[in-house]
């Protein structure tokens, strides 16, 4: 086994790498956030604010509060700096394996 990685080290590295790298931007683009709003918030705003007007008794327009705590605002801020984390650490492997894989190695 340790002759076949040795043998093939170069090959496992550089594919390693550009693995990584293929990885990190597919995930990169994934979560990245997307312009305007979805279907689905568009609607659950109009039935909130449809509520809203139903529970005060005006015709007016009130405005709406998030739908979102601050427990899970909280959450999904470190969810996502943690999914940035992640990605910079990919990267940098991913350069890595590729960098040490170019290396000419002395005998």
């Known amino acids: ?3 076949i990685f040795i043998k093939h080290q170069t090959i496992i590295f550089r ?8 990885v990190a931007f597919a ?3 994934w979560t990245t956030p997307k312009e305007g709003l979805s279907e689905n918030e568009k609607a659950q705003r109009s039935i909130a604010r449809i ?3 139903i529970a ?7 405005k709406v509060k998030s739908s979102h705590s601050p427990i899970m605002q ?3 801020d470190t969810q996502a700096k943690q999914m940035q984390y992640l990605l910079i650490l990919f990267m940098v492997f991913g350069a890595g394996f590729l960098g040490y894989s170019f290396v000419k190695k002395k005998d």
Do not use: D, H, N
Request: hydrophobic fraction near 45%; glycine fraction near 8%; charge should be positive.
């Open 1 to 3: 086994m340790k002759e």
């Open 15 to 22: 594919s390693l790498g550009a693995l990584m790298f293929v």
């Open 27 to 29: 995930m990169f683009f």
């Open 51 to 53: 509520e809203a007007r």
């Open 56 to 62: 005060s008794g005006s015709s007016s327009a009130s």
């Open 74 to 76: 909280s959450y999904k």
